[in-house]
């Protein structure tokens, strides 16, 4: 067969043809009469073997070799190959991205295009003193994507990075509440600590929602963050939780300051109550807890703590009976301050 009719079956190029034969790599078995290629079955069917070795991503100097060489392996050659498509992919999809950032941003000019290169190229790098510099960097007027900043706040481990990026995130304006709350369904618990953080920063009711809802997660550290922020806004139902991190000593100070201000409401001081003197009289509260508890009774509404912390000062346990007594001085005094 002749090197027209192989091209025109095989697919392949009477250049290519050529050059395959230049490098011996599929030479013809034979020549005709007036000094033509001539190509026998067994030629055609290399020709087909090339090509296929060729769509894996040989190169010809591969080929050759696995073609040539009886004892060659292809297992390595072809698990290098996976990894330099793998890498090539990530590279791909790396760029993908960049391009879909910057196309989110609706950049009016090459200014704000090179102001969200320079942010991706920032938030990908190993230094959090880098990525932070990068979030802080003078946005120019170039709004940023929320997706972008949204993606780097879920993912982000460093501290102070991520309250850069959550900083940045409120500012950027938009639907910020939207663009992190997936991140409170998430399997990784880390992105859901992350998300509650983030949706903390935002005030509405569809940050407030989500955090009443954050408060049934299965995370203690989730439900936290969770109650922390619902407490400041005035929800009620994140009174059990932080009467626990009272109970744990995680925040507790905090959480106790929080259920002072839940109690000013008389509806909920009842409730805030209740839940503190069932714990002190638990059986498996221990000295550290009951002290914990204690103090958490002085930031009660002032008829309400008085109550509870004189009838703590009779208490078996003396270092909560001491710390009770004094509270309740404390809070009498504030009641009737000496007349100069």
């Known amino acids: 067969m002749l090197i027209g009719e192989v091209a025109h079956r095989s697919g392949v190029s ?3 043809l050529r050059h395959y034969d230049s490098l011996g790599l599929v030479r013809p078995t034979g020549r005709t009469v007036g000094g033509y290629r001539e190509y026998s079955t067994q030629d055609i069917r290399r020709i087909f073997h090339v090509e296929s070795l060729r769509s894996l991503g040989l190169s010809l100097r591969q080929i050759g070799r696995a073609l040539e060489d009886p004892g060659f392996a292809p297992s390595t050659l072809v698990g290098d190959l996976i990894r330099q498509t793998e890498d090539r992919l990530k590279r791909e999809q790396e760029l993908l991205d960049r391009l879909r950032a910057v196309d989110a941003s609706a950049p009016g000019g090459w200014q704000g295009v090179l102001r969200i290169i320079e942010l991706l190229r920032g938030l990908g ?3 959090p003193a880098h990525r932070q510099q990068a979030v802080l960097a003078p946005a120019e007027d170039v709004p940023l994507p929320l997706d972008l900043l949204a993606g780097a706040v879920l993912a982000e ?9 959550r900083w940045a995130l409120a500012r950027a304006g938009g639907d910020g509440v939207a663009s992190v709350a997936s991140g409170l369904a998430s399997a990784d618990v880390d992105v859901r600590r992350r998300a509650v953080l983030a949706i903390a920063g935002f005030s509405g009711a ?3 929602a989500l955090l009443t809802g954050a408060l049934g997660d299965p995370d ?9 922020a619902s407490g400041k806004r005035g929800e009620t139902a994140a009174v059990p939780t932080l009467v626990r991190m009272v109970v744990e000593g995680t925040n507790d100070v905090e959480a106790a300051e929080l259920l002072g201000t839940l109690s000013r409401d008389a509806g909920c001081a009842e409730r805030v109550m209740s ?27 002032p008829p309400l703590a008085r109550d509870a912390l004189r009838r703590l000062a009779g208490d078996a346990d003396r270092d909560v009976a001491l710390i009770a007594a004094a509270l309740a001085g404390m809070l009498e005094e504030r009641s009737h301050p000496p007349i100069p």
């Open 14 to 16: 009477t250049r290519m």
């Open 125 to 127: 790098s190993a230094s």
């Open 157 to 165: 481990a460093d501290p102070n990075v991520a309250g850069a990026l």
């Open 206 to 208: 569809e940050a407030a």
């Open 220 to 228: 203690p550290a989730v439900r936290r963050h969770a109650a922390l």
């Open 275 to 301: 839940a503190l003197t069932g714990e002190l009289a638990a059986p498996a509260a221990d000295a550290a807890v009951r002290i914990r508890l204690t103090q958490a009774l002085a930031e009660m509404p």
